[in-house]
T-cell receptor, first 115, second 114 residues
Framework: AQKITQTQPGMFVQEKEAVTLDCTYDTSDPSYGLFWYKQPSSGEMIFLIYQGSYDQQNATEGRYSLNFQKARKSANLVISASQLGDSAMYFCAMRLKAAGNKLTFGGGTRVLVKP | KAGVTQTPRYLIKTRGQQVTLSCSPISGHRSVSWYQQTPGQGLQFLFEYFSETQRNKGNFPGRFSGRQFSNSRSEMNVSTLELGDSALYLC?????????????FGSGTRLTVV
């Protein structure tokens, strides 16, 4: 069965600094996708970045980049130049090709950006 | 392009009652998935509907059910509500194409059972 682990329940980061959020996954399926979502207090899940298991390059989207280490089964999110609006819960999620559109989520990391 | 619309946003129900939540996906998206989010269990997959058929189901009791209409709008129903059903219920509209696949979530329905 697939599993996603986020070991950091919460962290503080200084405004304008970079922060790395950890995510490790476990699956024997060779075809999968990894997602990061941001969830502010309003509840909506906002898509940040995606990495496919066969992608050769690490994904980047603006201030977000994904440090994909396939052999280690890790997909860490890096947020550069943190802003106050980045304060939120962050979830790592995985989709297995064999499981259709089902997403499996990690437990999340709460990020608080300090001015 | 309109996003995923979930109604209602907030709901308070009494134990033993039933509730129906609605999700309207992005136009053209045929797949709708539902998730339950609680502080204790985190985000858990409930079920997925595609073209009016349930395609995948999570590990939830039969009190949780859903359906999808021909316009892709989906409803989920919870019967005989329990206190533990208090949660944020999120639906996700998904697409698959030559560019890959993706998901867009609604803002959720926050259900409180008293």
């Amino acid at each position: 069965a697939q599993k996603i682990t986020q070991t950091q329940p919460g962290m503080f980061v200084q405004e304008k600094e970079a922060v790395t959020l950890d995510c490790t996954y476990d699956t024997s399926d060779p075809s999968y996708g990894l997602f990061w979502y941001k969830q502010p207090s309003s509840g909506e899940m906002i898509f940040l970045i995606y990495q496919g298991s066969y992608d050769q390059q690490n994904a980047t989207e603006g201030r977000y980049s994904l440090n994909f280490q396939k052999a280690r089964k890790s997909a860490n999110l890096v947020i550069s130049a943190s802003q106050l609006g980045d304060s939120a819960m962050y979830f790592c999620a995985m989709r297995l090709k064999a499981a259709g559109n089902k997403l499996t989520f990690g437990g999340g990391t709460r990020v608080l950006v300090k001015p | 392009k309109a996003g995923v619309t979930q109604t209602p946003r907030y709901l308070i129900k009494t134990r033993g009652q039933q509730v129906t939540l609605s999700c309207s996906p992005i136009s053209g998206h045929r797949s709708v998935s539902w998730y339950q989010q609680t502080p204790g269990q985190g985000l858990q997959f409930l079920f997925e509907y595609f073209s009016e058929t349930q395609r995948n189901k999570g590990n939830f009791p039969g009190r949780f059910s859903g359906r999808q209409f021909s316009n892709s709008r989906s409803e989920m129903n919870v019967s005989t509500l329990e206190l533990g059903d208090s949660a944020l219920y999120l639906c996700a509209s998904s697409w698959t194409g030559d560019q890959g696949y993706g998901y867009t979530f609604g803002s959720g329905t926050r259900l409180t059972v008293v």
